[in-house]
């Protein structure tokens, strides 16, 4: 799997492309990391506006992860990486859009791009949440 991260500034120019890619991931493990590795860039709190396709991520982002670390559900997937991603978002101020996907969004179609680049690249490291 592969996941990108396309951060701009207020003028909508390109500050950095982030991306990478992994085996023995999931889709939404790959979204999620997109969204991780982005509020780790910013080193000091800042207002952030997360644009994704992923409802899962959206949904998330906006209480449902926040709830489920609350109330230690244990049954939900990915925990490892929602922790750390309700951490960051107590630093800085986001604001969440959801987008579909494959609509011809200039900047979601290059994050695509970039997550099906990242995917193919050799000597992926492996997902750290799977059990050899």
Not at 53 to 73: L, M, P, T
Not at 89 to 100: A, D, Q, R
Request: glycine share 6%; hydrophobic share 35%.
């Amino acid at each position: 799997g592969g996941w990108a991260s396309i951060i701009l500034d207020e003028n909508e120019q390109v500050i950095p492309k982030l991306y990478q890619g992994k085996t023995h991931t999931t889709n939404n493990r790959m979204e999620l990391t997109a969204v991780l590795e982005t509020l780790k860039y910013f080193k000091e709190p800042t207002d952030i506006t997360i644009v994704s396709d992923s409802q899962y991520v959206i949904g998330g982002i906006n209480g449902s992860a926040k709830k489920w670390i609350e109330d230690s559900d244990l049954t939900k997937k990915n925990l490892d990486l929602w922790f750390q991603v309700v951490e960051l978002l107590e630093k800085h101020k986001v604001t969440t859009i959801w987008t579909k996907g494959h609509i011809g969004n200039k900047w979601n179609e290059e994050a695509d791009r970039l997550c099906v680049f990242a995917a193919q690249c050799y000597n992926l490291e492996r997902d750290v949440w799977t059990i050899e």
